[in-house]
C-alpha cells in the first residue's frame, strides 16, 4: 500500500511570506503528527492530531498551524516566515497514534530566504 | 521532564566488528521507546519497538529500566548498516527524538 506522501518535496519562500505543507498518510491511518527536522535543533515535535482534532502541541509559535480532514489528510502552516523556519518538514502517520508505530514521509524541505 | 539521550554524535566500526548504540531516556511512568534509522537520501523508517522484542536486520534492542537505557546492537556490522539512528520515546502521542548517532561501517 502507498505510504506517507508528503508534497510538495522542495520550496522556496522569502521572509515574511507563508507557507501550506500537505500530508497524506497511509489509508487507515488516523493519527498525523508532524516534525521539524533542522542540522542544530534534531527532530522537533510540533503537533498531532486525530480525527480531525488537535490532540497534542509542541513548543512552536502560534505562526505554526494545521489541520486535519475528514479524509486525515493533514496540513502545515506556516505564516510570516522567517529565516529560522528552513528546515525538514516530517509527516508521520499511525493507526491511532501512540503504541502503533509511525511512519514517516519524505518531508517537504523548505528554504527561506 | 522527558528527554531521550544519544551520547555519541559518531560511532565508526569496521565491518564485522560488534556495535552498540546508547541510548538512555528519562520518563515517568512505563516509557515506549523506538529505534529509527534513516539511510542516505531515505526517508526516516522504525527498526525496533522495545514491546515487540523483536530482531530487525540483526539488530536487537533491550529496555533496562533500571539503568533508563535502551542501547541498539548489532553482533557483526555491514557496510550496510552505516545510517543515522534516533532513539525516540513516546509520551502522550508523540515522539521525543533524541540527537541521533551516525553509524560509519569501514570494510
Known amino acids: 500500500k502507498a505510504g506517507v506522501t508528503q508534497t510538495p518535496r522542495y520550496l522556496i519562500k522569502t521572509r515574511g511570506q507563508q507557507v501550506t505543507l500537505s500530508c497524506s498518510p497511509i489509508?487507515?491511518?488516523?493519527?498525523v503528527s508532524w516534525y521539524q527536522q533542522t542540522p542544530g535543533q534534531g527532530l522537533q515535535f510540533l503537533f498531532e492530531?486525530?480525527?480531525?482534532?488537535?490532540?497534542n502541541k509542541g513548543n512552536f509559535p502560534g505562526r505554526f498551524s494545521g489541520r486535519q480532514f475528514s479524509n486525515s489528510r493533514s496540513e502545515m502552516n506556516v505564516s510570516t516566515l522567517e529565516l529560522g523556519d528552513s528546515a525538514l518538514y516530517l509527516c508521520?502517520?499511525?493507526?491511532?497514534?501512540?503504541?502503533?508505530?509511525?511512519?514517516f514521509g519524505s518531508g517537504t524541505r523548505l528554504t527561506v530566504v | 521532564a522527558q528527554r531521550v539521550t544519544q551520547p555519541e554524535k559518531l560511532l565508526s566500526v569496521f565491518k564485522g566488528a560488534p556495535v552498540e548504540l546508547k541510548c538512555n531516556y528519562s520518563?515517568?511512568?512505563?516509557?515506549?521507546l523506538f529505534w529509527y534509522v534513516q539511510y542516505s537520501r531515505q526517508r526516516l523508517q522504525l527498526l525496533l519497538r522495545?514491546?515487540s522484542r523483536e530482531s530487525i536486520k540483526g539488530f536487537t534492542a533491550d529496555l533496562n529500566k533500571g539503568e533508563t537505557s535502551f542501547h541498539l546492537k548489532k553482533p557483526f556490522a555491514q557496510e550496510e548498516d552505516s545510517a543515522m539512528y534516533y532513539c525516540a520515546l513516546v509520551n502522550t502521542d508523540k515522539l521525543i527524538f533524541g540527537t541521533g548517532t551516525r553509524l560509519q561501517v569501514f570494510p
Open positions: 508521520a502517520s499511525s493507526l491511532a497514534g501512540q503504541g502503533f508505530g509511525y511512519t
Open positions: 522495545h514491546i
Open positions: 520518563y515517568s511512568g512505563s516509557p515506549e
Open positions: 489509508s487507515g491511518h488516523r493519527s
Open positions: 492530531y486525530f480525527s480531525e482534532t488537535q490532540r
